[in-house]
């Protein structure tokens, strides 16, 4: 069966520090693979997600960037964390099915408090 | 825009009743609807899924979709306390995006927050 890990589970980093969140998949090979920020109260925000390996697409110009280094591994960083980027940020991923539907599943999250 | 929207609640329902969540969406392309839910705290967790007009049921819970209204619902019978979470819809974008290699992007609602009471 697949599963998918994140880490840190929690994280509080000061303005102006970088950040490199980590995403895992096991269980399934050339998996489609998001990031998801879920900000308090409100809904989910795909920020980025990729097809393949050292292929990224963005969906939210921000000061965040994403990176697929290996199939099954997405590492989400920044180099200068803002207020605003505090929130709950979630690893999905899919493998696309006959008739090009698939289904997302979520990892655990890490929740990112920056102070 | 694409646009996913749910009424944000909280919808509360005595233990044993049924629960109705509802859900509609903008983009008349879209072909695949999602029902997650989420405990404060913790990740999104799939629970029913459906492609096609009608219901399609899975133990407690039902999902039905309405394309022509572009709705979809979520029924839950016999409601237990531990319902009690956020209900979030999601919308797939047609699969022709993902043949052109555009991925697959899921559009969510806001959430229903369900509160399920003895």
């Known amino acids: 069966s697949q599963t998918i890990h994140q880490w840190p589970a929690t994280l509080v980093q000061p303005v102006g520090s970088p950040l490199s969140l980590e995403c895992t998949v096991e269980?399934?090979?050339?998996?489609?693979l998001y990031w998801y920020r879920q900000a308090a109260g409100r809904g989910l925000q795909l920020l980025f997600y990729?097809?393949?390996?050292?292929?990224i697409s963005s969906e939210v110009p921000q000061n965040l960037s994403a990176s697929r280094p290996q199939d099954r591994q997405f590492i989400l960083s920044s180099k200068k964390l803002l207020l605003s980027d505090s929130g709950f940020y979630l690893c999905?991923?899919?493998?696309?099915?006959?008739?090009?539907?698939?289904?997302?599943?979520f990892g655990p999250g890490t929740r990112l408090t920056v102070l | 825009q694409k646009e996913v929207e749910q009424n944000s609640g909280p919808l509360s329902v005595p233990e044993g009743a049924i629960a109705s969540l509802n859900c509609t969406y903008s983009?008349?392309?879209?072909?695949?609807f999602f029902w997650y839910r989420q405990y404060s705290g913790k990740s999104p967790e799939l629970i029913m899924f459906?492609?096609?007009?009608g219901d399609k049921e899975d133990g407690r819970f039902t999902a039905q979709l309405n394309k022509a209204s572009q709705y979809v619902s979520l029924l839950i019978r016999d409601s237990q306390p531990s319902d009690s979470a956020t209900y979030l819809c999601?919308?797939?974008?047609?699969?022709?995006?993902?043949?052109?290699?555009?991925?697959?992007?899921?559009?969510f609602g806001t959430g229903t927050q369900l509160k399920v009471e003895l």
């Open positions: 999601a919308v797939n974008m047609p699969p022709e995006s993902i043949l052109t290699g555009g991925g697959n992007k899921l559009t």
């Open positions: 990729s097809v393949g390996i050292g292929q």
């Open positions: 983009d008349r392309g879209s072909q695949s």
């Open positions: 999905a991923w899919s493998v696309i099915r006959a008739g090009g539907r698939d289904t997302q599943y």
């Open positions: 459906i492609y096609s007009n």
């Open positions: 269980g399934t090979s050339n998996p489609n």
